[in-house]
């Protein structure tokens, strides 16, 4: 039963436009949100997170939103740039279990010049 | 050099055989976590230790064995290793107030 579902595995964007990557999860007790940012051969980054407090959290060209109602977040990308290609994870955290994440499947993300 | 490190990098064993994988941090964090990594499954959490000689499982923690003997330490072993095992291994810690964690390089290890 995947809790976090990123329903797109791939996605390509002309450099210097948006990336909008989603990521949709089921569990009403999750609290907590991040993304990570994966190039090959290497192992995750963290890049940004949201409480379930906020709907919005920026920095710099990366912005999360938060819509609990829906139970879905994104993560913008604006202006996309070619060193934007990676896979990205959308984590969560539940509030009755706050040791671990739960990862999803991660959307992999071309930008093209 | 300060960070997460994980030994070997990559890795070829025989099903049945014994595998231990190595993750060694120098932050002091008290939470370490084993994931895999498979296509159309994205990470998922094989154990996780949220201090010395405290160990959990995580989702798919069938097959694999964790100690802690030391906060900086904690190894992933495969008693008895098989074909579903071949994935790429990331070994992850934080620090007990956040929920940021830091990921080594991964280890990629094939069953044959």
């Known amino acids: 039963d995947q809790q976090v579902k990123q329903n797109s595995p791939s996605l390509s964007v002309q450099e210097g436009r948006i990336s909008i990557l989603n990521c949709d999860y089921t569990n009403s007790m999750f609290d907590y949100f991040l993304w990570y940012k994966k190039y090959p051969a290497e192992g995750p980054t963290f890049l940004i997170s949201i409480s379930s407090i906020k709907d919005k959290n920026e920095d710099g060209r990366f912005t999360v939103f938060l819509n609990k109602s829906a139970k879905h977040l994104s993560l913008h990308i604006v202006p996309s740039q070619p060193g934007d290609s990676a896979v990205y994870f959308c984590?969560?955290?539940?509030?009755?279990?706050?040791?671990?994440?739960?990862f999803g499947t991660g959307t992999r993300l071309q930008v093209f010049p | 050099d300060a960070g997460i490190t994980q030994s070997p990098r990559y890795k070829i064993t025989e099903t049945g055989r014994q595998v231990t994988l190595m993750c060694h941090q120098t932050?002091?964090?008290?939470?370490m976590f084993w994931y895999r990594q498979d296509l159309g499954h994205g990470l998922r959490l094989i154990y996780y230790?949220?201090?010395?000689?405290?160990?959990d499982k995580g989702e798919v923690p069938d097959g694999y064995v964790v100690s802690r003997s030391k906060t900086e330490n904690f190894p992933l072993t495969l008693e008895s290793a098989t074909r579903s095992q071949t994935s790429v291994y990331f070994c992850?810690?934080?620090?007990?107030?956040?929920?940021?964690?830091?990921f080594g390089p991964g280890t990629r290890l094939l069953v044959l």
């Open positions: 230790s949220a201090a010395a000689d405290i160990t």
């Open positions: 932050w002091s964090h008290s939470y």
């Open positions: 992850a810690s934080r620090g007990p107030f956040r929920q940021t964690q830091y």
């Open positions: 984590a969560a955290r539940a509030a009755y279990n706050t040791d671990k994440l739960i």
